[in-house]
């Protein structure tokens, strides 16, 4: 219970650092670190209010599957956004 | 609390042997059945109707294509009778065909299970399916749907005049019994496994099914949101793949493809479950390279993931985009080439029995070749962008979907009738249905190679005279596949009053399936089984190993 | 649900049964994730195409709401694991209070997401109505993005209230020390916590400057 309590409160903690550094002038860095403390809370989530840390292998995998197959699809669709106008225009 | 006192093995005298066909009369016991083996049946009938309707919608094309002014249907009539055909045979026949029938008949078999994990969800599957069904159906009636099964945008969102938003919601509804599917398969092959049988000891059936309940779960639901955005686009004008504000068109083929790819490995994966079946059956032999074959499912489950940028080649996709995607599937031959590679070796010296189920594999094989080596030719930049959107890329996935497919799934019906209905079918015919299917396919698809390599586009039912040869044979050999698909009908359903009783196990094949009585009991099996060894196991692999034939 | 506790077909030890019941959910929670990566993946797209106007349509979100919104569903996703502990260690009253709470903090998240909308409707900013006006087109595509995405996440809150709601209501769940039904409406509610944390510097951190 205790625990629980502890991980909310960095998840809260996440969030108020997500805000400060959404108004700071990071230029490009911006999206990134706004993902990355993103990922960072659902990873908390994940692990202790999901209890990925007792499950067995077959549910972590499951997890890391969708987390894998997400990134598939984002990272090979901005293949194509990213580099359409490098020629041709 | 009372987990204790629960925690024994259920006693063995509540099983009945009475057979599963048995239990119960009613059309309760049908409907509102949860074994696993009376849903594979209620599929098995479902499916069945709409290869019907698919079927007839091919035979309009056929027809059609018989004369190259397009006599038969008007320009309008055309686009509908394809889309029908598309769409009614991916979704509501290829997609459901093997995982839901024999899979679902055969999966807790095979791994000595009572039954797949979720029961009702099941059945509630089933039901879902045939809402998705019935809402098609109505979009026949009402007049159909002229987008093609791949719903491109801008076509489906402002061009299209059919009942584009009740067939999307048709095929989104389809997709939750696909994931339900999915789901239960997954479980029931993590936790339901016999004593005994451990991964190194499943059969190569079960991890091509695991692979596509992989598939059936991270892909479907992405095809669900985007079939809800092309709706809402059609109803609101939300924009996200309309250019006029700002969306990109190209962006509905990357999700539409992120799904649509993987579904062609939907389709075929569980067709390679079966021909490793039917394959070490007939030869009296182990797979020739178990692991190689069993990860292969899954390289191809987590590859074909990868390789959907390959139909957008000449949209305006970035060419270096387009370039990675080339590779990425050239890469995924090389699994599926181990594969025929393993077949073929599992055959040699093999103590080969010729029955009817060999036929249809050996089939397979020779048509996936095809499919599979022309799908190598599409998969190459230089060459796409010539043959794009013509009759070779249609050749080319009938081979896979049907030649495959189909092919595979009248040879898992084949092998498995004796376990299902407990009745033996006339071998004699089914060899000769066999033969005209391989026939008929061929007389069908090879032609439409050579229309598409000498530029005859798909879609069109108007086309220039010097087709018009090819285009006769094809629609020629459509009607001989007609025959072929037809006969088994007849031979099956004799079977069912006239054929001789099956014995428990009429093939002399290893698998926990043909160790329990044909048609097996209600719960499967009279006593837990336990296993001791791994798949395949004929020990003298010579035809002694026959006897209880 | 009586029969959360019974063994059923095809199971033979409860045990084996209940981490079906949970692998299942886990299965299926993979698939949800998919379903709204679509929408990132779009999302993604429309950002790299029109990089400038994305971030200035962002900027017309209220950021003090959505970031209220993320700070209560974290409460609530909080309170759901303590009612799965707290099943578990033999408490089905404090069980019943965190589903409870749980669930007005889902309603309370529903209440501010209409406020929210109501503002955006004074001010013009959804599409498809009379007073509709934008700045850019791209603002246009950009509300039509925000109305689909956090409409369909807010459908996905309401199934997730009536989860909770099922295993609040029902003594049996409460007093399953397995808490198989709790467990599953809690990695149920967790998910649709965890997607909002991706919506929100998707659609409210963008345009803060």
């Known amino acids: 219970m205790i625990r629980l309590v502890l991980v909310s409160a960095a998840l809260m903690l996440l969030l108020a650092v997500t805000v400060v550094a959404a108004h700071l002038p990071l230029g490009p860095a911006k999206p990134w670190i706004a993902y990355g403390i993103a990922f960072a809370k659902a990873t908390l989530i994940l692990w202790f209010f999901m209890e990925m840390r007792s499950e067995g292998a077959t549910a972590r995998l499951a997890m890391v599957a969708a987390g894998v197959w997400l990134l598939m699809m984002l990272t090979l669709t901005a293949a194509d956004y990213l580099t359409r106008s490098w020629i041709g225009g | 609390m009372s ?93 459901p065909s093997i995982p839901n029938t024999i899979g679902n008949f055969i999966i807790p078999l095979m791994i000595g299970a009572r039954d797949l994990a979720f029961p009702r969800l099941n059945l509630l599957s089933w039901y879902i399916y045939i809402v998705a069904g019935f809402i098609t159906l109505a979009v026949v009636l009402g007049g159909g749907v002229d987008t093609g099964w791949t719903f491109y945008t801008p076509l489906s969102t402002m061009y299209a005049n059919g009942m584009v938003v009740a067939t999307v919601v048709a095929v989104f509804i389809s997709g939750f019994s696909t994931i339900l599917t999915g789901i239960n398969f997954i479980v029931t092959i993590h936790k339901l496994r016999a004593p005994g049988m451990t991964w190194s000891r499943l059969p190569l059936f079960i991890w091509s099914h695991y692979a596509v309940s992989i598939i059936f779960v991270l892909a ?87 390789v959907w940028g390959h139909h957008m080649f000449v949209s305006g996709q970035s060419i270096y985009a387009s370039a990675f995607f080339s590779f990425l599937s050239i890469a995924v031959a090389v699994p599926s080439a181990i594969k025929v590679y393993n077949w073929t070796a599992t055959l040699y010296k ?81 060899r000769i249905a066999a033969v005209v299917i391989l026939v008929g396919f061929n007389l069908t698809f090879f032609p439409q190679f050579m229309l598409g390599y000498e530029g005859m586009p798909r879609r069109y039912h108007v086309y220039p005279p010097e087709f018009q040869l090819l285009q006769v044979f094809s629609s020629a050999g459509a009607a001989l596949l007609a025959v072929g698909y037809a006969m088994p009908t007849f031979y099956l359903l004799w079977s069912l009053r006239r054929g001789p009783r099956a014995p428990a196990n009429p093939w002399g094949a290893t698998g926990l399936e043909w160790t329990t009585s044909s048609p097996p009991p209600k719960h499967n099996f009279t006593q837990q089984p336990v296993v001791v060894r791994g798949p395949y196991y004929y020990p003298l692999e010579h035809p002694a190993s026959r006897a209880n034939a | 649900m009586p029969e959360q506790r019974a063994l059923h077909e095809p199971f033979h030890q409860p045990a ?165 039904l709790i467990g599953n409406a809690a990695l149920y509610w967790h998910l649709v916590d965890i997607i909002w944390l991706f919506l929100y510097p998707t659609l409210y951190l963008p345009g803060v400057s």
């Open chain 2, 3 to 95: 987990d204790a006192a629960l925690d024994i093995d259920r006693p063995d005298e509540e099983v009945e042997d009475i057979s599963y066909l048995r239990a119960g009369h009613s059309l309760g016991s049908w409907f509102l059945t949860t074994d696993h083996k009376r849903i594979a049946i209620l599929y098995l009938v479902s499916i069945t109707f709409f290869f019907l309707i698919g079927g007839v919608a091919a035979a309009l094309i056929r027809l059609d294509l018989l004369t190259p002014a397009g006599d038969l249907m008007t320009n309008e009539g055309y686009n509908r009778a394809f889309s029908l055909h598309g769409i009614i045979m991916v979704w509501f026949f290829l997609i």
């Open chain 2, 350 to 430: 093999g103590d080969i029995m010729i029955d009817a189920p060999l036929l249809f594999a050996m089939g397979f094989i020779g048509l996936f070749v095809a499919g599979g080596l022309t799908g190598l030719m599409l998969a190459m930049l230089a060459i796409d962008v010539h043959v794009h959107d013509t009759y070779f890329v249609v050749a080319h996935f009938h081979y896979i979907m049907v030649g495959g497919t189909v092919t595979a799934f009248f040879g898992a019906l084949h092998y498995w009738w004796p376990k299902i209905t407990g009745r033996l079918y006339n071998e004699t015919l089914a």
């Open chain 2, 220 to 306: 479907t639901p992405v095809l669900a949101i985007t079939l809800i955005l092309v709706a809402a686009e059609r109803l609101f004008g939300i924009g996200v793949f309309d250019p006029a504000l700002g969306g990109d068109p190209l962006l509905f083929q990357h999700l539409f493809w992120f799904y649509s790819h993987p579904a062609v490995y939907i389709m075929v994966l569980p067709a390679m479950g079966v021909i490793s079946e039917l394959i070490t059956s007939a030869a009296h032999k182990r797979i020739f390279g178990y692991w190689f074959v069993a990860i292969a499912s899954i390289a191809i489950a987590v590859i074909g993931f990868l």
């Open chain 3, 16 to 180: 084996r049964q209940r981490e079906a019941d949970r692998l299942g959910m886990i299965v299926f929670l993979a698939s949800e994730a998919m379903l709204f990566g679509g929408l990132f993946a779009a999302a993604m797209a429309l950002r790299l195409l029109h990089p400038v106007e994305y971030v200035a349509a962002s900027g017309h979100l209220k950021l003090w709401l959505g970031t209220a919104n993320t700070a209560i569903l974290l409460t609530s996703s909080l309170m759901a694991a303590v009612a799965v502990e707290a099943a578990r260690s033999g408490s089905p009253r404090l069980a019943g209070w965190s589903l409870g709470s749980a669930i007005i903090l889902a309603l309370l998240f529903l209440g501010i997401k209409g406020y929210e909308y109501l503002g955006e409707y004074r001010e013009g900013l959804v599409p498809g109505l009379a007073n509709a006006h934008f700045g850019t087109r791209t603002q246009q595509l950009f509300m039509n993005f925000y109305f689909v995405s956090t409409g369909l996440h807010g459908v996905h809150v309401m199934v997730g209230i009536g989860l909770l709601g099922v295993s609040a209501l029902s003594r049996a769940a409460r007093e399953d020390r397995a808490a198989v």
